[in-house]
């Protein structure tokens, strides 16, 4: 109790008293005060503890819990969803979740789920089973909620083709709910960011498909959604905005949670974190593009040219190391060979001890990663 | 009730956009301003100071009218894929169905507002009942508002325009002159059909009668409705 009075009291006799000075000192009162008189904490400590109980009930956690966690944990978790069309199911229990600060990529060959699982994250449709929470608030039960954080560009990009751009934006951003002050600002921002500021006035049917993607993309990042859902963001795009796109994206998602769904690869690993893959309504993989190739490669395969030697004798040589499964000749190249491991095991240093000992020059050991094409083809064709 | 409005209001902005408003008003206007003053059975050959000639030929007029407005509604939404980004936005349907019915219901408001210089017209030609001409806007509003709704119920069931249209114009036939044929013969089943004829309650509505029952009636086809259209919209939520 002393000291603080102490802080108080002290600097009065030393310094004059300028209000800049009380401010640094203001928040040592409330300390004091209950320091002096501790009865005073009870009814403190009740109402926080009901406002506590409050915020455990239902309603009232998914009001303020999107407004407290919107900060923090605005992640999308979805938890063992299914939907089926007539006899056949799009999407078989898939769950994964998304952090915030993470871009996804989501990966799988046409008619694999994908863009069904965004329509379900969207609140499009339902699942049949399973649940989709995003900042704790599950799209079942409070779906209008949810989707005022979600900016979403679906797959063929659908957009009101007979209003002109800002006209456009302007529905768009007052649906979304974006407080009328604010549209204005957001509109010319968006123009700014996505590049129509020549376009603005024209009717969307006016526009190249790329001028109808960047348009698509403004609708979607308007009122500046905690998580963002894009379904090919970068088709009809000419190779600059392709670039310019990705690189949007990435400033885009250091703050939010997107989810990034296609079947352009080079796209993907270029600018997602982690790559989910689906196939035939299935979750196949998840990981990023380096996790994946080397799960998907456990059989070490290096490109060795040996030269000086016969050729014969370097291919049967090699297939007599221990460590060593198949080793195949290259044709281009007849000095090459291209040196398959056992499951587990490095075979570079049997190579090399194989080339000393026998007198062969040996000019390149390179391995050979594993492209994401090859990964992708491994694990979405089945039978 | 705010995104109802928003809703509403970019309908409204597509219809005048599209030419669409403009056409609707202008032949409605022709066609009943020829048949109300120039030909057939108009206002001079009755020779009394009433609108019952154009409420009589509006009531056919907005029957193939209202379908042609209503039919592009959900449809073309449905085919362009707009409703998928109209639905993930956060309006609920009912606030979508909402928004766009009052925007068919504006639209007709307005062009009915366009025929008050008849009204007044008449008015300085003689003595007008002016409870009936009232009852009688009333009664096609009221009317205007079920082939909406059943218009909107057709939108809603297909991603074809035309085939809304006609689906639209085939339930409103029954409506407008099936059942009333149907319950003019005797026995229970006609009084039932006779019951369900849009054109019965219409024409008591016309004639300056404020019945409780004709309000119902109408009101319950609305319902009707738009709750149908509500069960076609969330069809993609359930399996099968």
């Not at chain 1, 001028?211 to 979607?220: C, F, N, T």
Request: net charge neutral; with cysteine; hydrophobic share 45%.
């Amino acid at each position: 109790m002393v000291p603080f009075y102490l802080v108080t009291l002290l600097p009065c006799h030393h310094v004059t008293l300028s209000p800049c000075y009380l401010v640094t000192l203001l928040p040592c009162y409330p300390v004091t005060l209950f320091q002096s008189r501790p009865q005073y904490l009870v009814p403190l400590r009740i109402s926080v503890k009901l406002l506590l109980n409050m915020f455990h009930e239902k309603k009232l956690h998914s009001i303020f819990a999107l407004q407290f966690k919107k900060w923090l944990f605005m992640e999308v978790i979805v938890e063992n969803i299914t939907k089926t069309y007539g006899f056949q199911k799009a999407v078989d229990n898939i769950s994964f979740k998304v952090n915030q600060g993470e871009i996804v990529g989501f990966l799988g060959p046409n008619g694999a789920g994908k863009t069904t699982t965004m329509k379900i994250i969207t609140c499009y449709m339902r699942p049949n089973e399973g649940d989709v929470r995003i900042g704790g608030v599950s799209v079942l039960e409070n779906p209008e909620e949810v989707k005022k954080h979600i900016g979403y560009l679906p797959e063929a990009n659908p957009l009101y083709k007979e209003m002109p751009v800002i006209d456009y934006l302007h529905f768009v951003a007052e649906i979304q709910g974006v407080p009328s002050g604010k549209i204005r600002e957001r509109i010319l921002e968006m123009i700014k960011i996505c590049g129509l500021k020549q376009e603005r006035y024209k009717k969307i049917n006016e526009l190249s498909k790329g001028y109808q993607q960047r348009v698509g993309l403004a609708q979607a990042l308007i009122h500046d959604p905690e998580v963002l859902i894009l379904d090919e963001p970068t088709s009809g795009l000419d190779p600059n905005q392709i670039v310019e796109i990705r690189e949007l994206i990435r400033r885009i998602g250091r703050e939010k949670t997107v989810i990034l769904c296609s079947h352009i690869l080079a796209e993907v690993e270029a600018t997602c974190d982690r790559i989910l893959i689906i196939s035939k309504g299935q979750l196949v993989a998840d990981g990023t593009a380096n996790t994946l190739r080397k799960q998907a490669q456990d059989k070490e395969i290096v490109k060795v040219t040996i030269e000086d030697g016969e050729r014969n004798e370097i291919y049967r040589s090699l297939q007599a190391l221990d460590a060593v499964e198949l080793v195949d000749l290259l044709p281009a190249n007849t000095q090459s060979y291209e040196v398959q491991s056992k499951p587990g095991i490095s075979s570079r240093k049997a190579i090399f001890r194989l080339c000393a000992d026998k007198g062969w020059t040996l000019t390149e050991m390179t391995p050979i990663e594993r492209k994401l094409e090859e990964v992708f083809r491994e694990l979405t064709i089945t039978n | 009730m705010n995104k109802i409005w928003i809703i509403t209001k970019r309908e409204l902005r597509s219809f005048f956009d599209s030419l669409m408003a403009y056409v609707m008003i202008v032949l409605f206007l022709g066609f009943s301003g020829f048949f109300t003053w120039l030909f057939g059975n108009d206002i001079f050959l009755v020779n009394q100071a009433s609108l019952q000639s154009f409420f009589g030929i509006s009531f056919w007029t907005l029957f193939f009218f209202i379908p042609a407005v209503t039919m592009g509604l959900l449809a073309d939404e449905r085919k362009s894929g707009t409703l998928e980004l109209l639905v993930t936005k956060p309006v609920s349907d009912w606030q979508i169905i909402a928004g766009k019915f009052f925007a068919a219901f504006f639209l007709i408001c307005i062009t009915l507002a366009l025929t008050l210089p008849y009204y007044i017209t008449v008015a300085s030609i003689g003595k007008v009942d002016h409870g009936a001409v009232w009852m009688g806007y009333f009664g096609l509003l009221f009317m205007s508002a079920s082939y909406i709704s059943i218009g909107l119920f057709a939108s809603s069931i297909t991603s074809n325009q035309i085939v809304a249209f006609l689906i639209a114009l085939f339930i409103g036939i029954f409506f407008h002159l099936i059942f009333g044929l149907a319950g003019s013969s005797g026995g229970w089943v006609a009084g039932i059909l006779g019951y369900l004829s849009l054109s019965n309650h219409y024409e008591s509505m016309a004639r300056g009668v404020v019945d409780s029952k004709d309000i119902l009636y109408f009101l319950s086809i609305i319902f009707t409705g738009l709750i149908g259209t509500e069960l076609a919209l969330s069809r993609r939520n359930i399996s099968n």
